[in-house]
């Protein structure tokens, strides 16, 4: 049976932590995905390893934020290989610090994951929706980050490429053997749902699940995450989103 995991991230704003764990473990996750606010400090790794350990769930994926992976990669992997994650991901970049040359952030991108990968890690990037804005000669900021390097993974996320205006079932097929992993998110129809950022529970958005979820089964995908950026209610959206995951 396929397992799911869950971004951690959408429950930031709830809490505690091992309430969380406890609550996704008995809606039948089997992973979770992190995110650096989890552990910024020695202390907070601790914590989190024991509510790991406690609940039974893995967390094969986390995001690390870009600075530590490339100045500090070691750093990165220590805290990786202290949680059981296998796949590191580079979530984002802050307007301030994207580049106007995407190609050349591709290829820093790619030597920044080398220790990386040599130490057995999967590696990759995870979009928002800045990568479809068209740079000058029109082409995707998206595509040329991962011209950067084959070596680079991605980690798609289906209702960003969906606000970008762009397709996810194209996406998923046109870079189905890179992806590391798929962030099954959904967007709520115009004016609805604005009290939670425009974001719906997965399977109550616009998204047709039907058309995508045959393209990320045929992909490399390894991990199933759900996500949901701003849930008024952490447990419902958890909650609905595994029923509509099983229900695939």
């Given at each position: 049976?396929?397992?799911?995991?869950?971004?951690?991230?959408?429950?930031?704003?709830?809490?505690?932590?091992?309430?969380?764990?406890?609550?996704?473990?008995?809606?039948?996750?089997?992973?979770?995905?992190?995110?650096?606010?989890?552990?910024?400090?020695?202390?907070?790794?601790?914590?989190?390893?024991?509510?790991?350990?406690?609940?039974?769930?893995?967390?094969?994926?986390?995001?690390?934020d870009?600075?530590?992976?490339?100045?500090?990669?070691?750093?990165?992997?220590?805290?990786?290989?202290?949680?059981?994650?296998?796949?590191?991901?580079?979530?984002?970049?802050?307007?301030?610090?994207?580049?106007?040359?995407?190609?050349?952030?591709?290829?820093?991108?790619?030597e920044?994951?080398?220790?990386?990968?040599?130490?057995?890690?999967?590696?990759g990037?995870?979009?928002?929706?800045?990568?479809?804005a068209?740079?000058?000669?029109?082409?995707?900021?998206?595509?040329?980050?991962?011209?950067?390097?084959?070596?680079?993974?991605?980690?798609?996320?289906?209702?960003w490429?969906?606000?970008?205006?762009?397709?996810?079932?194209?996406?998923?097929?046109?870079?189905?053997?890179?992806?590391?992993?798929?962030?099954?998110?959904?967007?709520?129809?115009?004016?609805?749902?604005?009290?939670?950022?425009?974001?719906?529970?997965?399977?109550?958005?616009?998204?047709?699940?039907?058309?995508?979820?045959?393209a990320?089964?045929?992909?490399?995908?390894?991990?199933?995450?759900?996500?949901?950026?701003?849930?008024?209610?952490?447990?419902?959206?958890?909650?609905?989103?595994?029923?509509?995951?099983?229900?695939?």
């Open positions: 049976m396929r397992t799911f995991s869950y971004q951690l991230y959408s429950s930031r704003n709830f809490g505690p932590l091992p309430d969380t764990l406890r609550m996704l473990a008995d809606l039948g996750y089997a992973q979770v995905e992190g995110f650096g606010g989890l552990y910024d400090s020695d202390d907070k790794i601790a914590a989190l390893k024991s509510a790991l350990n406690e609940t039974g769930l893995a967390m094969p994926s986390a995001h690390f870009w600075t530590m992976v490339s100045q500090d990669p070691g750093r990165a992997m220590g805290i990786a290989r202290s949680l059981g994650v296998d796949t590191i991901i580079v979530p984002y970049l802050a307007p301030e610090d994207r580049p106007t040359d995407w190609v050349a952030f591709g290829r820093a991108l790619a920044a994951g080398k220790p990386i990968r040599d130490a057995g890690f999967a590696y990037w995870h979009n928002h929706d800045f990568e479809f068209p740079t000058g000669d029109g082409s995707l900021p998206l595509d040329q980050i991962l011209a950067g390097g084959e070596e680079i993974g991605l980690e798609i996320d289906i209702a490429v969906q606000v970008a205006g762009q397709s996810p079932r194209a996406f998923v097929e046109k870079y189905a053997d890179r992806l590391v992993a798929v962030h099954l998110k959904d967007r709520a129809p115009e004016g609805e749902c604005e009290d939670e950022g425009g974001w719906a529970d997965l399977g109550h958005g616009v998204i047709d699940w039907r058309e995508v979820i045959p990320v089964e045929a992909s490399t995908a390894k991990y199933l995450v759900m996500e949901h950026d701003n849930p008024s209610d952490d447990a419902r959206f958890a909650r609905r989103a595994i029923a509509t995951a099983n229900a695939f």
